[in-house]
C-alpha cells in the first residue's frame, strides 16, 4: 500500500492504519524500561525488607543460616517483584485499549511522505510536517519503527505499511542520513 520511486530516492510514501494489536505493541515497547525499572526497584525493596525483618544483628549466624534467610528473602523478592510485574503489564494494556478505542484518529489511514527534507504525515484533512531536527530518538522492534518526536510521543511505522524489502532499506538510508547516529537504535541487519 506504498507508492515510491526508489531509483530516485527522493521520497519514500507509505500508508497504513495502525491497528490495536499494533499499538498495544507500541505501549509495550514504549512502557519497557519503566516497568523494568519498577520490577527492579520492587525486587531490591523487598529484599532489603525482608532481610531486616529475618535478620536479628544481635544473633550470631551460621553460613547455613544466612544462606537461609538470603534463599528466604531472594524468594520473597522475586515472587512479589513478580506479581507487580504482571500488574504493570496489566495496566499498560487496559491503558492502551482504553487509549485506542478513544481515539478516533488513530483508527484512520495514515500517509507518510519520508524525504530527506523530513516526513509529511497526512491523515484525513490534517497535515503536519516533522522535520529531522524535531526527532528525538528512532527505535526499530521487529514488527515496527518507532520515531519519537518527544520523549512520549512517537511515529509508529509497522513494518506492513511498507511494500517491500527496499522501501525498508531505502527508509533505514532516508533514516541514517538525516538522523545523527547518538540517537538511532536499528537492528545489525539494518547496517547492511
Do not use: C
Amino acid at each position: 500500500m506504498s507508492n515510491t520511486d526508489i531509483d530516485s530516492k527522493e521520497v519514500l510514501t507509505v500508508r497504513g492504519t495502525l491497528t490495536f494489536k499494533e499499538y498495544k505493541k507500541f505501549s509495550s515497547f514504549h512502557s519497557r524500561r519503566w516497568v523494568i525499572w519498577f520490577t527492579l526497584s520492587t525486587f531490591i525493596l523487598f529484599f532489603a525488607l525482608s532481610i531486616y525483618f529475618l535478620y536479628n544483628p544481635g544473633d550470631i549466624f551460621s553460613f547455613g543460616e544466612m544462606a537461609a534467610i538470603l534463599f528466604v528473602s531472594s524468594t520473597v523478592s522475586v515472587f512479589i517483584s513478580g506479581i507487580f510485574f504482571l500488574y504493570t503489564k496489566a495496566v499498560i494494556r487496559i491503558k492502551a485499549k482504553r487509549e485506542y478505542k478513544s481515539d478516533q484518529l488513530i483508527k484512520q489511514e495514515i500517509i507518510y511522505s519520508i524525504s530527506k527534507d523530513g516526513i509529511n504525515q497526512n491523515r484525513g484533512r490534517s497535515i503536519n510536517y516533522i522535520e529531522w531536527n524535531e526527532i528525538v530518538f528512532v527505535r526499530e522492534h521487529s514488527p515496527m519503527f518507532l520515531l519519537y518526536v518527544s520523549k512520549n510521543k512517537s511515529i509508529v511505522l509497522p513494518r506492513r505499511f511498507f511494500e517491500s524489502i527496499e522501501e525498508i532499506k531505502l527508509f533505514k538510508q532516508i533514516i541514517r542520513e538525516n538522523v545523527s547516529s547518538e540517537k538511532i537504535t536499528l537492528s545489525k541487519d539494518s547496517l547492511q
